[in-house]
């Protein structure tokens, strides 16, 4: 046997007779084993084996007062793993046996021949190498197990494996809670086939089942769907054959991530404020996270919704969140402006170019070269604007009025309108391609009834502008005041919220709004007024026009909630007849209860 004498191999030699001892160490050491440990008696034996590690021992049976058969014993009492050969004298049965129950590698008898005592300790280091490898892989298997077990149980990704009978073999915590509330069928020891009743939660069955008859990977898709509970979600999912390593196929293993949770994350984090917009709400918080995104770029933007929506500071925002913020932003109310000197305002004008034209004139394109131009109500704009405007948004040229040669100017588009644009292209009064050129990115402003979380925040911030603007001292609202606020349908959202406080804050005389000093409508106000039809944006809403509103009676002066468990007590539990009863949206009445803490179970439906 050929030794690497860079490695130690330790051997305790153990005999009373020293010419035995010293002839043992010889013959090791030439065959390359080292350091080669010698001992005299039992007690000089157990001393070694105390203080250092062997990969072998050789002892004789007889050992003074003692037998190697004790030291045997002892090494096995200090769970000392390494081979020992036993050398005797005089063999026998009942000894070796004796030497082999308490874990002896062999014996071996005198006198002993080179030879025999090499190859038997040879075979002793090769086995004890084998188990010592073994011993290895075996904790490092079990390490690696409980390190996988580990990344397994904090990874965010939910990972599921799967046989090749759709069978369920492992989740990790992260599917566990994925799929608790989602499907619950959906766990270790069940089956896709049984569990995948309800299509809409089993997003990633069919893509599991293509893997298993193909062995081919499914790599990262995209799909949307709905819970239970209106909320949509956007999930990943990756699929890949599982294999042994050796090229043996047992089945898949599925990983899904949430994006619905890593986009909320990293963008919205509730947010009270963006810029001057104000509000805490989730359709708020999808605003702030796409004037975000959509600001980084040049594109042009169509932002749409309701008069008083706030799409002059949603303009603003985009101009701060863009590489042009430090540039002008150049704001244009297309409905202020004269039909017949629009055109000037917007393009200039040479001096003398039409009468009362007694200098040139630089228009408001030119004004907002390198920033962003603000056209609010785009819609009202003639026809002939329209094609000038078009022109221009294609070639990025102009021509003032009465100037033979073109301007070229680098300015971002910025639209705006509370008028369905789409409808005024079907009825012929506003160009279709002028349409897609300013709608390449559209932001939906939504009116402030569908926002009722957000009214504190913007009355208690109109409090603070205008008791400074008027140096009284109002510092609050009463809740009962309050109430009539949030219960409000707001048709002049958020524009007539500032208005009312505004009002409020002229009448109030003390520190605190009180409910007489709002509005006459607002006191006065038995029901729920019509939130999805009163809109022109509004399309495909779920009211029937021939849906009376909620009854009065039983709600007069009531609470939201109050209001919301009647209808649903009326509608037998039935939430999208009780939406219609409200007037709301399915996914409003949705977003109430969740808001409100309102547990249905609770109640006699």
């Given at each position: 046997?050929?030794?690497?004498?860079?490695?130690?191999?330790?051997?305790?030699?153990v005999?009373?007779?020293?010419?035995?001892?010293?002839?043992?160490?010889?013959?090791?050491?030439?065959?390359g084993?080292g350091?080669?440990?010698?001992?005299?008696?039992?007690?000089?034996?157990?001393?070694e084996?105390?203080?250092?590690?062997?990969?072998?021992?050789?002892?004789?049976?007889?050992?003074?007062?003692?037998?190697?058969?004790?030291?045997?014993?002892?090494?096995?009492?200090?769970?000392?793993?390494?081979?020992?050969?036993?050398?005797?004298?005089?063999?026998?049965?009942?000894?070796?046996?004796?030497?082999?129950?308490?874990?002896?590698?062999?014996?071996?008898?005198?006198?002993?021949?080179?030879?025999?005592?090499?190859?038997?300790?040879?075979?002793?280091l090769?086995?004890?190498?084998?188990?010592?490898?073994?011993q290895?892989?075996?904790?490092?298997?079990?390490?690696?197990?409980?390190?996988?077990?580990?990344?397994?149980?904090?990874?965010?990704?939910?990972?599921?494996?799967?046989?090749?009978?759709?069978?369920?073999?492992?989740?990790?915590?992260?599917?566990?809670?994925?799929?608790?509330?989602?499907?619950?069928?959906?766990?270790?020891?069940?089956?896709?086939?049984?569990?995948?009743a309800?299509?809409?939660?089993?997003?990633?069955?069919e893509?599991?089942?293509?893997v298993?008859?193909?062995?081919?990977?499914?790599?990262?898709?995209?799909?949307?769907?709905?819970?239970?509970t209106?909320?949509?979600?956007?999930?990943?999912?990756?699929?890949?054959?599982?294999?042994?390593?050796?090229?043996?196929?047992h089945?898949?293993?599925?990983?899904?991530?949430?994006?619905?949770?890593?986009i909320?994350?990293?963008?919205?984090?509730?947010?009270?404020?963006?810029?001057?917009?104000?509000?805490?709400?989730?359709?708020?918080?999808?605003?702030?996270?796409?004037?975000?995104?959509?600001?980084k770029?040049?594109?042009?933007?169509?932002?749409?919704?309701?008069?008083?929506t706030?799409?002059e500071?949603a303009?603003?925002?985009l101009?701060?969140?863009?590489?042009?913020?430090?540039?002008?932003?150049?704001?244009?109310?297309?409905?202020?402006?004269?039909?017949?000197?629009?055109?000037?305002?917007l393009?200039?004008?040479?001096?003398g170019?039409?009468t009362?034209?007694?200098?040139?004139?630089?228009?408001?394109?030119?004004?907002?070269?390198?920033?962003?131009?603000?056209?609010?109500?785009?819609?009202?704009?003639?026809?002939m604007?329209?094609?000038?405007?078009?022109?221009?948004?294609?070639?990025?040229?102009?021509?003032?009025?009465?100037?033979?040669?073109?301007?070229?100017?680098d300015?971002?588009?910025?639209?705006?309108?509370?008028?369905?644009?789409?409808?005024?292209?079907?009825?012929?009064?506003?160009?279709?391609?002028?349409?897609f050129?300013?709608?390449?990115?559209?932001?939906i402003?939504?009116?402030?009834?569908?926002?009722?979380?957000?009214?504190?925040l913007?009355?208690?911030?109109?409090?603070?502008?205008?008791?400074?603007?008027?140096?009284k001292?109002?510092?609050g609202?009463?809740d009962q005041?309050?109430?009539?606020?949030?219960?409000y349908?707001?048709?002049?959202?958020?524009?007539?919220l500032?208005?009312?406080?505004?009002?409020?804050?002229?009448?109030?005389?003390?520190?605190?709004?009180?409910?007489?000093?709002l509005p006459?409508?607002?006191?006065?106000?038995?029901?729920?007024?019509?939130?999805?039809?009163?809109?022109?944006?509004?399309?495909?809403?779920?009211?029937?026009?021939?849906?009376?509103?909620l009854?009065?009676?039983?709600?007069?002066?009531?609470?939201?909630?109050?209001?919301?468990?009647?209808?649903?007590?009326?509608?037998?539990?039935n939430?999208?007849?009780?939406?219609?009863?409200?007037?709301?949206?399915?996914?409003?009445?949705?977003r109430?209860?969740?808001?409100?803490?309102?547990?249905?179970?609770?109640?006699?439906?």
């Open positions: 046997m050929e030794n690497n004498p860079a490695v130690e191999i330790p051997i305790l030699v005999d009373d007779e020293e010419s035995l001892r010293h002839t043992f160490k010889i013959f090791l050491k030439r065959e084993y350091p080669i440990i010698l001992a005299s008696n039992f007690e000089e034996a157990v001393g084996l105390t203080t250092r590690s062997f990969d072998l021992v050789i002892s004789d049976i007889v050992l003074g007062g003692n037998s190697g058969i004790d030291l045997l014993k002892r090494i096995r009492e200090l769970n000392i793993t390494c081979p020992v050969i036993m050398v005797t004298g005089y063999p026998h049965v009942d000894t070796a046996s004796e030497a082999l129950r308490f874990g002896a590698f062999d014996y071996i008898q005198k006198p002993v021949e080179k030879d025999q005592l090499l190859k038997t300790s040879r075979l002793a090769q086995q004890y190498k084998l188990q010592h490898e073994k290895k892989a075996e904790e490092e298997k079990d390490h690696y197990r409980a390190y996988l077990d580990t990344l397994l149980r904090s990874v965010s990704d939910s990972i599921i494996t799967i046989d090749q009978d759709l069978n369920i073999i492992k989740m990790n915590q992260a599917a566990r809670s994925f799929f608790s509330p989602l499907n619950p069928a959906i766990n270790e020891g069940g089956n896709l086939s049984v569990a995948c309800d299509k809409n939660s089993c997003f990633f069955k893509d599991a089942e293509k298993l008859r193909s062995g081919i990977e499914i790599k990262e898709h995209r799909i949307e769907f709905t819970t239970e209106m909320d949509r979600k956007v999930i990943s999912i990756c699929i890949s054959p599982l294999e042994d390593g050796r090229g043996s196929f089945g898949v293993v599925i990983v899904i991530r949430d994006m619905t949770c890593l909320e994350s990293a963008s919205s984090k509730l947010r009270s404020s963006f810029h001057r917009m104000i509000g805490a709400s989730p359709a708020m918080q999808t605003v702030y996270t796409m004037i975000e995104n959509v600001g770029v040049d594109s042009a933007v169509l932002i749409t919704g309701e008069s008083g706030g799409k500071l303009t603003e925002a101009h701060l969140e863009s590489h042009r913020k430090n540039r002008p932003l150049v704001k244009v109310d297309c409905t202020a402006i004269p039909e017949n000197l629009l055109e000037s305002e393009f200039g004008h040479k001096k170019s039409f009362g034209a007694d200098q040139d004139r630089m228009g408001r394109i030119l004004q907002a070269d390198g920033g962003t131009l603000f056209l609010d109500e785009i819609g009202d704009i003639p026809p604007m329209q094609l000038r405007l078009l022109r221009f948004l294609q070639e990025k040229t102009f021509y003032p009025v009465g100037r033979d040669t073109s301007i070229q100017v300015v971002r588009i910025i639209a705006a309108t509370n008028v369905n644009l789409r409808e005024k292209v079907q009825q012929g009064k506003f160009r279709e391609d002028l349409y050129r300013l709608r390449v990115i559209d932001i402003l939504p009116p402030l009834r569908e926002r009722a979380g957000d009214i504190p913007l009355a208690n911030n109109f409090i603070q502008h205008y008791s400074r603007k008027m140096g001292p109002v510092s609202i009463s005041a309050m109430t009539l606020l949030t219960n349908t707001w048709p002049g959202n958020i524009r007539e500032e208005h009312v406080i505004e009002r409020s804050c002229v009448l109030c005389n003390g520190s605190t709004i009180a409910s007489e000093q006459i409508e607002i006191q006065n106000q038995t029901t729920f007024q019509d939130t999805t039809t009163s809109s022109p944006l509004r399309q495909g809403g779920e009211l029937q026009h021939s849906e009376k509103p009854f009065s009676d039983p709600f007069q002066g009531n609470s939201p909630e109050s209001r919301i468990i009647a209808a649903l007590k009326k509608s037998g539990g939430k999208a007849k009780a939406a219609r009863l409200l007037s709301i949206d399915r996914s409003t009445l949705y109430k209860l969740r808001e409100m803490k309102i547990d249905l179970s609770t109640f006699d439906l």
